[in-house]
């Protein structure tokens, strides 16, 4: 298994934007082969940090979910709200294999 942690910087004056955003990429990688472990979203500290992780069984799979995402009408609305709104100003995307008991 593969898991991707991504880390953004979001506009903490369009956090309500994000959290659409979020919700529905959840719905996304699911519908897409992986399994989605949640956005964190700021609450105490920094306003302007959020985090999310998800999995899939290979990289090989994650790589097929890129490339399904690129055609997908829903995934490609997703991605042209954030270049019209810019409620993500960066992020940082890694990835992390799971140890469970």
Not at 7 to 32: M, N
Not at 71 to 88: H, T, W, Y
């Amino acid at each position: 298994m593969i898991t991707c942690h991504v880390r953004y910087v979001i506009d903490p004056y369009q956090l309500a934007e994000f959290e659409a955003y979020a919700k529905a990429w959840i719905a996304v990688v699911q519908r897409l082969g992986g399994t989605h472990h949640g956005y964190f979203l700021p609450s105490e500290g920094a306003s302007n940090i959020a985090h999310c992780l998800f999995s899939f069984p290979s990289l090989a799979d994650y790589e097929a979910y890129r490339q399904a995402a690129l055609g997908d009408p829903q995934s490609v609305a997703l991605v042209d709200s954030v270049v019209e709104k810019k409620f993500i100003l960066s992020y940082e995307r890694s990835f992390m294999r799971p140890l469970l008991s």
